[in-house]
Each structure stands twice: as structure tokens, then as C-alpha cells.
């Protein structure tokens, strides 16, 4: 006799268990809400408590986007997304725009979200106060006494040492002017992104059995001194060498021919937007 299979892998108690940590993260954005994190068929730290998420929330109908680090074809995404459609027959999209569902482990796309998407951001280690206090107990008693004298320390020293904060991704930002929050290994490029985003920001971690959220509209910043503000990754001067595109996040790359440093857009999936719509603009114009 063969055993029926759940939709979206998980019985529904467990969905169910989910979602309801899932709504009081919504319910008190930048809290991190413990949960039952459950046995997955891939690794703990790739991707488990976004994976969780996504087949928590996915309905029939959805349309789901997987991307890691800016690519849609990596082996990460590509194993996402073909455990989610063999178990729940949804459709799958490169395209930011077609995408309910986006699953995506450290980037947030360039293509604008929508207040009908959900964007799920994997997340390794989701308590930013974690590289001075290890102990749990201690960094929840620092949360609820709104206590981050830790956190602005850290930017403190790195000022002292390299002249500058040296975050190079995983900025601590506050949420709703309360909560501290990491916001998962993004680079400082996209956390002016998650400022009043139109769209639900769901952040998961498997290993450390947390979900934690920043809902539409809501007030984010990055943590920063008045005479040193934050500032992002900056490519003043440099444009992608496939479709020409300026301020987006770029990969710096090495051409193994000639030597030369050349820059690349790091979402593969707006890259070939461009391309497309550049090379459908010179066949348009080519008949007018």
C-alpha cells in the first residue's frame, strides 16, 4: 500500500505551527519568534528555514522564483526549486514580476516587489547580537530591555580600526524603531530595499529554529553614527558588461584572457531583461 503524499511536503500540523509563528512575526516586525523547525531532505545552513517557509505558505496556484546570490540556475536554487514543484506542482518563473512566491538566499532582486509578492530571505544566523553575547538567554533579556549597546559597539570598533564601518553584508538594521534585526547575508546594497517595501519581507532560519518578518510599509534603518552615516557598495563609474546597466548590485570578475577587471550584473534574472528589451528596442527600431 502506498502512502498518500502531503502537499508542499509537510502534514498540515505543521503547516499549520508555521504559519502561526509566521503571523506574530508579522504581528511584531523585527521579533525573532521561535518554531519548530523540522527534518529536511537537504542540509541544515542551505536553506531549510526559507525552504520551511515557502512550502508553509505556497498554494496551488502560486507561482514560485528560487534565486541564490543574484542566479536562478545555481545548485541551491535549482534543488529548492524541484523539491517545492515535485511536491506541490506549482509553476515555476525567472521573472521577478511573474513570481507570488520568492525564495531567495542573500539578495533581494533589483526588479521592484509588488504588495501581492512575498519575498523569504534564508537566513544562517538570524541574532545580531550573537558576535558579543552567546548566551540565548542574555541576547533575549538585551532585546526586551531594548538594550543594544553590543551592536553599536561592533560598528564602534570596526570606525576605529579601518576608518569606516566594515559590514560588508549582514548590516544590523532597526525595524519599526524597536527591534534590532540581522537581515540575512544581503549586502549593504539592498537594505535601503527593505525600507517600506511594498511587499512581506519573511526571514527564516532552519538550524537556529527562528522566523522573523518585516511587513509592507514598514520603517527599516541601518544602524549608523550621525558623523559616519551608512553608506552602500558603490560602482560609480562601472556598468554591467553584458546589457549596460548602472546602479545595481555588480560582480567584480577577472577576464582569464586578457586580464582586465570587468563588472557583471549579480542578478542574472534582470541582466536578461535588459537584454531582451535592449535587443527587442533595436528591432523595433529598425523597422520604424
Not at 506549482?90 to 513570481?99: K, R, S, W
Not at 559590514?167 to 537581515?183: E, L
Not at 537556529?208 to 510599509?217: F, G, N, Q
Request: net charge negative; charged share 25%; with cysteine.
Amino acid at each position: 500500500m502506498k502512502a498518500k503524499k502531503h502537499f508542499a511536503f509537510f502534514d498540515e500540523g505543521s503547516k499549520k505551527e508555521i504559519r502561526r509563528a509566521t503571523l506574530k512575526a508579522v504581528a511584531i516586525p523585527g521579533y525573532q519568534v521561535p518554531f519548530a523547525s523540522r527534518e529536511m531532505p537537504i542540509a541544515r545552513g542551505w536553506g531549510t528555514g526559507g525552504l520551511q517557509l515557502t512550502l508553509s505558505l505556497i498554494g496551488k496556484t502560486d507561482v514560485l522564483k528560487v534565486i541564490d546570490q543574484g542566479a536562478d540556475e545555481s545548485v541551491n536554487a535549482v534543488s529548492i526549486k524541484k523539491l517545492v514543484q515535485e511536491t506541490t506542482g506549482v509553476q515555476l518563473t525567472d521573472q521577478t514580476e511573474e513570481a507570488d512566491l520568492i525564495q531567495s538566499r542573500h539578495r533581494i532582486p533589483e526588479t521592484p516587489m509588488t504588495k501581492d509578492q512575498i519575498l523569504v530571505l534564508q537566513v544562517p544566523m538570524p541574532e545580531p547580537l550573537r558576535p558579543v553575547e552567546a548566551r540565548e538567554y542574555m541576547t533575549k533579556r538585551m532585546h526586551a530591555e531594548d538594550d543594544y549597546s553590543g551592536a553599536w559597539l561592533m560598528l564602534f570598533e570596526q570606525i576605529v580600526k579601518y576608518g569606516k564601518t566594515a559590514t560588508a553584508a549582514d548590516h544590523p538594521v532597526y525595524v519599526n524603531g524597536r527591534y534590532v534585526m540581522a537581515p540575512s547575508p544581503i549586502p549593504r546594497f539592498d537594505n535601503p530595499r527593505m525600507h517600506h517595501s511594498e511587499a512581506l519581507i519573511l526571514l527564516g532560519a532552519g538550524r537556529e529554529k527562528k522566523i522573523y518578518a518585516v511587513p509592507p510599509y514598514t520603517k527599516v534603518e541601518s544602524l549608523a553614527f550621525e558623523d559616519y552615516p551608512f553608506a552602500v557598495e558603490s560602482f560609480e563609474g562601472k556598468e554591467c558588461r553584458l546589457c549596460g546597466s548602472a546602479h545595481v548590485f555588480l560582480d567584480e570578475l577577472v577576464d582569464s584572457e586578457t586580464g582586465e577587471t570587468v563588472y557583471q550584473c549579480n542578478d542574472t534574472s534582470y541582466c536578461m531583461e535588459q537584454l531582451n528589451s535592449k535587443e527587442k528596442a533595436e528591432v523595433e527600431s529598425s523597422y520604424a
